[in-house]
């Protein structure tokens, strides 16, 4: 198993740009998670999903999209990247009805230039 | 809305001292994750605790969960340099019919040799 695969693993983007953050899980885990985490500072929670077709906000959304067609992908949008969304991105996936935590991506970090 | 407060957020410590990080949090869970991060990585899982009363250990660190009090402890035992990361809490929001999992800000430990 690859665990939770997140690409890419850098980006650099200009102002206004748009992009997609990957995220893949192949441990048919249910829930998906996006993080962000600025430097110093702990995870702030962007969107959530408790399965296909099902998405949620989390503590920070505003700036961000998401979607969940599947039970492995859930891709993180920017569409007008913005220097406060300079940031390492973090994806996480878990199971429910089974006590586990949440299993980490390694992270894009993504510079907004 | 959820506050999950860590402390101290830096610690520089001796090897071979013993130290305690505290977890406090502001709802109702009785799920609580402590998480391992070293610099450039991502987030490593180290305990799961899954009810009041709850302690885990593993090698020099242990950690406990108060519901009642809605704290959670980890504590380090004659720490050794190895021991340097970020350790970050996790509350999981699951008893309050929320799907959320919500970070402290973490606690960067320094240990000197």
């Known amino acids: 198993n690859a665990g939770v695969t997140q690409t890419p693993k850098f980006r650099i983007l200009k102002i206004g740009q748009s992009m997609t953050l990957q995220c893949t899980q192949d441990?048919?885990?249910?829930?998906m998670y996006w993080y962000r985490q600025d430097p110093g500072m702990g995870l702030k929670l962007i969107y959530y999903s408790v399965g296909a077709g099902i998405t949620d906000k989390g503590e920070v959304p505003n700036g961000y999209n998401v979607s969940r067609s599947t039970t492995e992908d859930f891709p993180l949008r920017l569409e007008l990247a913005a220097p406060s969304q300079t940031s390492v991105y973090f994806c996480?996936?878990?199971?429910?009805?089974?006590?586990?935590?949440?299993?980490f991506g390694q992270g894009t970090r993504l510079t907004v230039v | 809305e959820l506050k999950v407060e860590q402390n101290p957020l830096f610690l520089s410590m001796q090897e071979g001292k013993n130290y305690t990080i505290y977890c406090n949090y502001s709802?109702?869970?009785?799920?609580l994750y402590w998480y391992r991060q070293d610099p450039g990585k991502s987030l490593e899982s180290l305990f799961v605790l899954l009810s009041n009363g709850a302690v885990k250990q593993e090698g020099r660190l242990m950690a406990s969960l108060d519901t009642k009090a809605r704290l959670s402890t980890l504590h380090i035992t004659a720490a050794v340099h190895d021991l340097s990361a970020t350790y970050f809490c996790?509350?999981?929001?699951?008893?309050?019919?929320?799907?959320?999992?919500?970070f402290g800000k973490g606690t960067r430990l320094h240990i000197l040799p």
């Open positions: 709802t109702t869970s009785d799920r």
């Open positions: 996480a996936s878990r199971l429910t009805g089974v006590n586990t935590e949440a299993f």
């Open positions: 996790a509350v999981d929001m699951s008893m309050n019919r929320d799907d959320k999992i919500i």
């Open positions: 441990m048919n885990h249910n829930y």
